[in-house]
Nanobody, 114 residues
Framework: QVQLVESGGGAVETGGSLRLSCAAS????????MAWYRQAPGKEREFVAS????????RYADSVKGRFIISRDNAKNTVYLGMSSLKPEDTAIYYC???????WGQGTQVTVSS
């Protein structure tokens, strides 16, 4: 069974940066598309970014384009989300997601203060 474990969350000020990691265990995820979602208090979970398994094609939500970068290291079975120019509205729990198998990580909290 695949387990996804996120790390790297924390508290930063507006304009700061963080890099989230999602380590997969249980099987290789190198042939799967991966994604990041987030859920802010009182709001629905929303798509943030995704990366395809083969060509590494990336997609981003409009709200994070130009500020966030998704990447992956298949040798380490890890996907990353680099976040810069963070805003208070980026405050949320960030989840790693493997769409094809519908696996979610437990989430990591990101808090951006003004």
């Amino acid at each position: 069974q695949v387990q996804l474990v996120e790390s790297g969350g924390g508290a930063v000020e507006t304009g700061g940066s963080l890099r989230l990691s999602c380590a997969a265990s249980g099987r290789s995820f190198s042939t799967y598309d991966m994604a990041w979602y987030r859920q802010a208090p009182g709001k629905e979970r929303e798509f943030v970014a995704s990366i395809s398994w083969g060509s590494g094609i990336t997609r981003y939500a409009d709200s994070v384009k130009g500020r966030f970068i998704i990447s992956r290291d298949n040798a380490k079975n890890t996907v990353y989300l680099g976040m810069s120019s963070l805003k208070p509205e980026d405050t949320a729990i960030y989840y790693c997601f493997l769409p094809l198998l519908n696996y979610w990580g437990q989430g990591t909290q990101v808090t951006v203060s003004s």
